[in-house]
T-cell receptor
Framework: GQQVMQIPQYQHVQEGEDFTTYCNSS?????IQWYKQRPGGHPVFLIQ?????EVKKQKRLTFQFGEAKKNSSLHITATQTTDVGTYFC??????????FGQGTRLTINP | NAGVTQTPKFQVLKTGQSMTLQCAQD?????MSWYRQDPGMGLRLIHY???????DQGEVPNGYNVSRSTTEDFPLRLLSAAPSQTSVYFC??????????????FGEGSRLTVL
C-alpha cells in the first residue's frame, strides 16, 4: 500500500534555529496533511495541502507541497520551546485511508 | 463539545485476555478510525469506518475487531491480547470529503500494556 517516508526521525536544535522535516512518497498524493503531537499528547491537525506547488504559512511555520505532489516539507523559522513535539505528515493510503509517516521528533535546547 | 472520547486511558492485561477500547465522538463525523502508536513506527492504521454498518481493514488489522452500530461509537476489540499489542491506541474521526478524509480529530489515547 501507499507509504509516506519522513525524515529525519529526530532533530535537536538550539532555540532560535530553524527546523525542517521532509515527507516523500513514491506515488503522487492527492493531498497531504500535517499534524503535531506534543510529548504525552495526541496528534493535532495543522494543515492540509491539495494543490501542486502549494505553499501555506502559519506564523513561523511554512508548509510546501511539491510540484509533482510526491513530497512535502514543514519548515519552522526561529524555533521556540513551544515547538517541541513530533511532527507527522499523512497522505492517502487508498480509499478513505490516511497513512502517517514515521514522524520527526523535535527537541529544543533553550 | 467533548470531541473524541476514549476509555480507558490506561489498561494492563495478561496475555490471552480480551478487552474493548471504547471510542465515542459527538461531532456527527461519518469517518472513524483506530491507530496504534509505537516508538519509531509513527501511527499505523488498524481499522476504519466510513459510516454505521461499514468497516474496513487498515495496515495492521490482525488481532483486532471493530464494529460500527451507530455514528457515534467505534469500539476496538482485542480478541486474545499478546505482548506485541502493547501500544498507545488512538481513535480519530473526521468528516468525509469527496474521495478523501478531512482533518482528523484524535482522542487522548489509551495506553495498553500486555504482560
Amino acid at each position: 500500500g501507499q507509504q509516506v517516508m519522513q525524515i529525519p526521525q529526530y532533530q535537536h536544535v538550539q532555540e532560535g534555529e530553524d527546523f525542517t522535516t521532509y515527507c516523500n512518497s513514491s506515488t503522487t498524493l492527492s493531498n497531504i496533511q500535517w499534524y503535531k503531537q506534543r510529548p504525552g499528547g495526541h496528534p493535532v491537525f495543522l494543515i492540509q495541502l491539495v494543490k501542486s506547488g502549494e505553499v501555506k504559512k502559519q506564523k513561523r511555520l511554512t508548509f510546501q507541497f511539491g510540484e509533482a505532489k510526491k513530497n512535502s516539507s514543514l519548515h519552522i523559522t526561529a524555533t521556540q520551546t513551544t515547538d517541541v513535539g513530533t511532527y507527522f505528515c499523512a497522505g492517502p493510503g487508498g480509499a478513505q485511508k490516511l497513512v502517517f509517516g514515521q514522524g520527526t521528533r523535535l527537541t529544543i535546547n533553550p | 463539545n467533548a470531541g473524541v472520547t476514549q476509555t480507558p486511558k490506561f489498561q494492563v492485561l495478561k496475555t490471552g485476555q480480551s478487552m474493548t477500547l471504547q471510542c465515542a465522538q459527538d461531532m456527527n463525523h461519518e469517518y472513524m478510525s483506530w491507530y496504534r502508536q509505537d516508538p519509531g513506527m509513527g501511527l499505523r492504521l488498524i481499522h476504519y469506518s466510513v459510516g454505521a454498518g461499514i468497516t474496513d481493514q487498515g495496515e495492521v488489522p490482525n488481532g483486532y475487531n471493530v464494529s460500527r452500530s451507530t455514528t457515534e461509537d467505534f469500539p476496538l476489540r482485542l480478541l486474545s491480547a499478546a505482548p506485541s499489542q502493547t501500544s498507545v491506541y488512538f481513535c480519530a474521526s473526521s468528516v468525509l470529503g469527496t474521495g478523501r478524509t478531512g482533518e482528523l480529530f484524535f482522542g487522548e489515547g489509551s495506553r495498553l500494556t500486555v504482560l
